[in-house]
C-alpha cells in the first residue's frame, strides 16, 4: 500500500516513514494541507494518515474538501486530540478511523491493513492465487505450503501484481507503488526487481506476462 502522512512533528513523522519502510509500505510524508493537495493531484495513494492540527488550513478543512470532491480514499486521523468531540467531528466529516497519539506502529498498521480490506470489500489478510498464499499481516509467503522468502521490494511487487490480476500495469504504475518521492529508481531496476521475483514464484499459479509496449500482466495460470 502507498500511504501519504501529512504531519508536522518531524520526529513523528521520520519515525513512522521508517516503520512503514520496514514492513515493505511506501510512505510519503508532508507537512502541510496545501503540499498534500498537490501530492495527492501527482500521484495515487492508497490511504492518508492526517493529523488535525497543522500549519495553515487544519486536517478538518482537507477531510471535508475531499469528500466534497467525493474522493473517497481512506484516511485515518492520527492526532493529539482526544476529546469525544473532536473524534465525532472527525467521523462525520468523512474519517474512516481515529486514533489518538502516541499510537504503537504495530497497531497504525494493522488499523491502515483494514482499512484497506474494508474498501476492497475483504475479511481477511489473507490473498490466495491457485497454490501461492500471501498472509500481509506477517508478509508470510508460501507455495505449495512450502515458505518462499522475498526481499521488500519483490514483496511489494508481489502484492501489488496480486491487488491487480488480469489487468495490465505500466512501468509507471508500478513505480507509482514501489518508491517514495525521493526514492531514486530506473525501469531496469523493476525489471530487475520483477526477474527475481519470477524465478522466485517459478512453482507457483501466478504468472507474469510482459506485454510489449504497454506493461506487465499478472494472471494466474491453471
Request: charged share 25%; hydrophobic share 40%; net charge negative.
Amino acid at each position: 500500500m502507498r500511504i501519504l502522512l501529512i504531519e508536522d512533528n518531524e520526529a513523528l513523522a521520520d519515525a513512522t516513514q521508517e516503520y512503514f519502510r520496514q514492513i515493505g509500505h511506501p510512505l510519503d510524508w508532508t507537512i502541510s494541507v496545501e503540499q498534500a493537495q498537490k501530492n495527492l493531484s501527482w500521484d495515487d495513494f492508497d490511504l492518508l494518515i492526517l493529523d488535525i492540527n497543522l500549519p495553515g488550513r487544519s486536517g478538518y478543512q482537507l477531510l471535508q474538501s475531499l469528500r466534497h470532491k467525493g474522493n473517497t480514499i481512506p484516511v485515518l486521523i492520527l492526532t493529539a486530540r482526544a476529546e469525544i468531540d473532536d473524534r465525532v467531528s472527525a467521523l462525520d466529516l468523512g474519517a474512516d478511523d481515529y486514533m489518538v497519539k502516541p499510537v504503537d506502529f504495530r497497531e497504525l498498521a494493522a488499523r491502515c491493513r483494514a482499512l484497506l480490506r474494508r474498501e476492497r470489500g475483504e475479511a481477511s489478510n489473507i490473498m490466495i492465487c491457485g497454490n501461492l498464499i500471501l498472509n500481509l499481516a506477517t508478509h508470510q509467503i508460501t507455495v505449495n505450503h512450502e515458505p518462499v522468502e522475498l526481499r521488500l521490494r519483490e514483496l511489494q511487487l508481489l502484492e501489488l501484481f496480486l491487488k491487480n490480476l488480469d489487468r495490465v500495469l505500466t512501468k509507471e504504475e508500478i513505480a507509482n507503488r514501489l518508491y517514495t518521492f525521493d526514492e531514486a529508481y530506473t525501469p531496469n531496476a523493476i525489471e530487475q526487481t520483477l526477474t527475481r521475483l519470477r524465478k522466485k514464484l517459478s512453482d507457483s499459479s501466478l504468472r507474469i506476462k510482459t506485454i510489449r509496449g504497454l506493461g506487465y500482466l499478472g494472471h494466474i495460470h491453471d
